[in-house]
């Protein structure tokens, strides 16, 4: 009987430990979650900031040189210059576009998170066939 009672106490004990472990392991997990968002979170503001001076700086750019382009052919090939400039720009924007959605598609939030827990699974996985 008491036997049965020792072995049913380390039972108990060895599942409180896991549980333990468990959480423990979870808790980690959530808070490298919580970095990662909170670093990714940063780097939008920047990017989306940044990004929007050089689309100004761009624009006022391309502005002054089509001008420029315009002004320069005034005289013979008018129609010309602002064809040729207008099918430079959209193919220009075209092509931003694409490499923009491009980007866009990838993975990168929490990338470091899923890596974890994916080795964590592994590890449980094989502590269990073993």
Known sequence: MASSLGAAQRLFTAGKRLLISL???GETRLRLAVVELEEERARLVTLL??????LILL??????????VIVTFWDTHRLTAIGVSAA?????GIGVAAWVMRLARRRTLLAS??????????????QRDT
Do not use: C, F, N, P
């Open 88 to 92: 430079v720009l959209l193919l220009s």
């Open 49 to 54: 900031l940044l990004s929007g001076l050089s």
């Open 113 to 126: 998170t899923l890596i974890h827990l994916a080795t964590d699974r592994e590890l449980m996985e094989y």
């Open 23 to 25: 959480l423990a392991t």
């Open 59 to 68: 624009l006022l750019g391309l502005g002054v040189l089509t001008t420029l």
